[in-house]
T-cell receptor
Framework: TQLLEQSPQFLSIQEGENLTVYCNSSSVFSSLQWYRQEPGEGPVLLVTVVTGGEVKKLKRLTFQFGDARKDSSLHITAAQPGDTGLYLC??????????FGKGTKLTVNP | NAGVTQTPKFRVLKTGQSMTLLCAQD?????MYWYRQDPGMGLRLIHYSVGEGTTAKGEVPDGYNVSRLKKQNFLLGLESAAPSQTSVYFC?????????????????FGPGTRLTVL
């Protein structure tokens, strides 16, 4: 069974701080997606990475796919209150189901 | 475009009652999915469909049935609701352009249905 472990589970920081969220597995994935979910809404895709070692940037967010395609990280620079939400990683690409991590709940305080 | 819509938004059932959740998408997507989200458990796939008239089991299919009679609609049924089915249910769709149900397509999620079974 493929599993994705996300850490930390909860993160509360002050505006302007930097943070990193991790998504780890013992399994290899063809692709890794990151979603953000705000309270009362469905998840929204932020990025998809497909190549080992790939780095993608989305404004203040930097996503990295591990060389072995077993792990990924999300780094946020100078966090803002608007970054508050639940961050989910999801692995897929094969014949198996899309596997979601349990999420990291981020709170950015003004 | 409305994207993915779900009805109802909230529902309270008594144990043993039945209900149907409706998901509709207007993006002409091939693939559709039903997930449930529980605290500390993340998103878990219930059933999915790779095209009109097709359905398949996901990770937690027991107690649920689905139908995809029209491409734009995906129905989730609970025949005899149990308290363990109290959850937030999300529908999602994806284009299917990757050729695989769980490839690199973006999944577009609906706003969710909060179901409580007493």
């Amino acid at each position: 069974t493929q599993l994705l472990e996300q850490s930390p589970q909860f993160l509360s920081i002050q505006e302007g701080e930097n943070l990193t969220v991790y998504c780890n597995s013992s399994s290899v994935f063809s692709s890794l997606q990151w979603y953000r979910q705000e309270p009362g809404e469905g998840p929204v895709l932020l990025v998809t990475v497909v190549t080992g070692g790939e780095v993608k940037k989305l404004k203040r967010l930097t996503f990295q796919f591990g060389d072995a395609r077993k792990d990924s990280s999300l780094h946020i620079t100078a966090a803002q209150p608007g970054d508050t939400g639940l961050y989910l990683c999801a692995g897929g690409g094969g014949s198996e189901k899309l596997v979601f991590g349990k999420g990291t709940k981020l709170t950015v305080n003004p | 475009n409305a994207g993915v819509t779900q009805t109802p938004k909230f529902r309270v059932l008594k144990t043993g009652q039945s209900m149907t959740l409706l998901c509709a998408q207007d993006m002409n997507h091939e693939y559709m999915y039903w997930y449930r989200q529980d605290p500390g458990m993340g998103l878990r796939l219930i059933h999915y469909s790779v095209g009109e008239g097709t359905t398949a089991k996901g990770e937690v299919p027991d107690g649920y049935n689905v139908s995809r009679l029209k491409k734009q609609n995906f129905l989730l049924g609970l025949e005899s609701a149990a308290p363990s089915q109290t959850s937030v249910y999300f529908c999602a769709s994806s284009p299917g352009t990757s050729g695989r149900a769980f490839g690199t397509d973006t999944q577009y999620f609906g706003p969710g249905t909060r179901l409580t079974v007493l």
